[in-house]
């Protein structure tokens, strides 16, 4: 062995044991890949490593979770979004079949985390998964769901600098000319695009469309989000054997250098994304998702977000804001009529009871988010979705929906008319015998009313006495005492005493 001079070990002794401890890491890096039993074992070498750039080991391990379609709650304690440091079994994984595997998968990554802990830090290794799931969607577009665990995996990372760049890198290198292809395509054909137009114009089949626009809501909101917090720029170091490492520029050191976007333009385009979402969702006839908005607003779609070109005010002609609000109260009606179909079986609802509540909570929230953008009267819409949720019989629902309206008064007014059509089918059709001698006792006025409703106009017109006595007591509390309304709704106290 030749000697440098000097007291120190020979060169060549030196890189000898660089080499081993580089092979050490490589075969504790195949020890984890054989585990996910991925295609690219082969291709990890020293020489590999060394030549694809400060990224590489990351993109390996990255490849295999995103390959193994692994979700985050397979591998972190989502619960716990704010502290990803730790590597821990999700404790409700969606796939208790794979649990074995995930359980060995996690004991030799948190070992290789031991050995690589700047290569395999979570911040990089969430970023890599992230990139990986949606390099695997862009070439299977049917294969959405890797789109949305891309935007899961992003989710978990905690700095907004490093979150915001990839989330910008996502849009524009996959999501952007999808997104625009399909807007222009809805906007033609007025409504859901058939499954072989949908596949020619935009890649995508017609049964993936509204997931993938879930997705794109949620890819635009996380960098909503980043966009307005405030984080220092990361840091990136490298292990010191692999320091001679030379290729490519790694995700996160690209995704850092991504440019600041404009909050206005990301909102606009969200409001897009919000709408197309819902008419893919309910499939909504009639509706041009880019009439929604004016000629100002429709030029500015599709802008790079770092641009800022004029955006639309609040102040729009009265046709559109008409347009609006009437698209907006249709989202409203159809969230509230997914709940419908749950009040079957026990067993339906409950398989079905957690999806569809969720479904009914958020859309109408999206639609008092999207009103506020549009300078609309949110309380109009937290009325709609009051009577709408009483129509279906949902009356617990409907009172905490209750508790935030406004305008007590006008609430009153209409919840008055949802009562007495309760009571006209229960007194004129389910017990009609109890009816004729019921209906003879009230003033004429009172009679008349009832029988001039029609309960048919209620999803669901069947209420036991108990929850139309709630109701109506209600309404006598958000009724001005000394109106005929309000005289009104005392008679209905009174008539649903007796019924009882």
Avoid at 21 to 28: C, F, I, N, S, T
Avoid at 142 to 150: E, P
Avoid at 368 to 391: C, P
Avoid at 405 to 414: A, W
Wanted: proline share 4%; with cysteine; hydrophobic share 40%.
């Amino acid at each position: 062995m030749s000697s440098q001079g000097g007291d120190g070990p020979p060169q060549d002794l030196e890189d000898w044991s660089l080499l081993v401890k580089q092979l050490e890491d490589v075969l504790a890096l195949k020890n984890l890949l054989r585990v996910g039993k991925t295609n690219n074992i082969a291709e990890v070498t020293v020489s590999k490593i060394l030549e694809g750039g400060r990224g590489s080991i990351s993109e390996a391990v990255a490849y295999m979770i995103a390959s193994l379609e692994l979700h985050p709650g397979d591998l972190y304690d989502t619960s716990m979004t704010h502290s990803t440091e730790k590597m821990e079994l999700g404790t409700e994984s969606a796939h208790s079949t794979q649990s074995t595997t995930i359980r060995n998968l996690q004991g030799y990554l948190i070992e290789l985390q031991k050995r690589l802990p700047h290569s395999l830090e979570n911040e990089v290794l969430l970023c890599n998964i992230c990139w990986e799931n949606a390099i695997i969607w862009f070439k299977d577009l049917d294969k959405v769901q890797h789109l949305g665990d891309a935007t899961e995996y992003l989710k978990l990372v905690t700095n907004a600098v490093l979150r915001h760049g990839v989330a910008s890198m996502l849009w524009h290198r996959f999501v952007k000319k999808k997104f625009q292809a399909l807007a222009q395509l809805m906007e033609k054909v007025g409504k859901v695009p058939k499954d072989r137009l949908s596949r020619k114009e935009v890649g995508i089949g017609e049964a993936y469309m509204p997931a993938f626009a879930g997705f794109t809501v949620d890819l635009i909101q996380i960098l909503r989000e980043a966009n307005c917090e405030v984080n220092e720029m990361p840091v990136f170091n490298i292990e010191p054997i692999w320091q001679t490492v030379r290729g490519p520029s790694s995700l996160v050191e690209q995704a850092i250098e991504q440019k600041i976007t404009n909050y206005g333009l990301l909102t606009h385009h969200y409001n897009l994304a919000v709408i197309m979402s819902a008419v893919l969702t309910f499939n909504m006839k009639s509706a041009k998702v880019m009439t929604l908005f004016d000629a100002k607003g429709k030029h500015a779609f599709f802008n790079d977000f770092t641009q800022h070109p004029l955006l639309p005010s609040q102040n729009v002609d009265s046709a559109l804001t008409s347009s609006r609000k009437e698209f907006l109260s249709r989202i409203v009606t159809c969230a509230v009529s997914t709940l419908d179909s749950s009040q079957g079986s026990p067993t339906h609802q409950a398989h079905q009871g957690p999806k569809k509540d969720a479904a009914a909570t958020k859309w109408p929230a999206l639609v008092l988010e999207l009103a506020k953008d549009f300078g609309l009267d949110l309380d109009f819409f937290k009325r709609q979705h009051v009577i709408e949720l009483y129509s279906g019989g949902h009356d617990k629902k409907a009172e905490e929906v209750l508790m935030t309206v406004n305008d007590r008064e006008f609430m009153g007014s209409q919840l008055l008319l949802v009562a007495g059509r309760r009571v006209a089918h229960y007194l004129l059709e389910s017990h009609k015998m109890e009816g004729v001698k019921l209906l003879t006792n009230v003033s004429p006025v009172l009679s008349k009313w009832l029988r001039s409703l029609e309960p048919g106009q209620l999803r669901r017109p069947e209420a036991d006495v108990q929850s139309i006595a709630m109701l109506i007591h209600h309404v006598a509390n958000y009724l001005p005492e000394g109106t005929p309304e309000y005289e009104l709704a005392i008679s209905l106290v009174d008539l649903v005493q007796s019924m009882s």
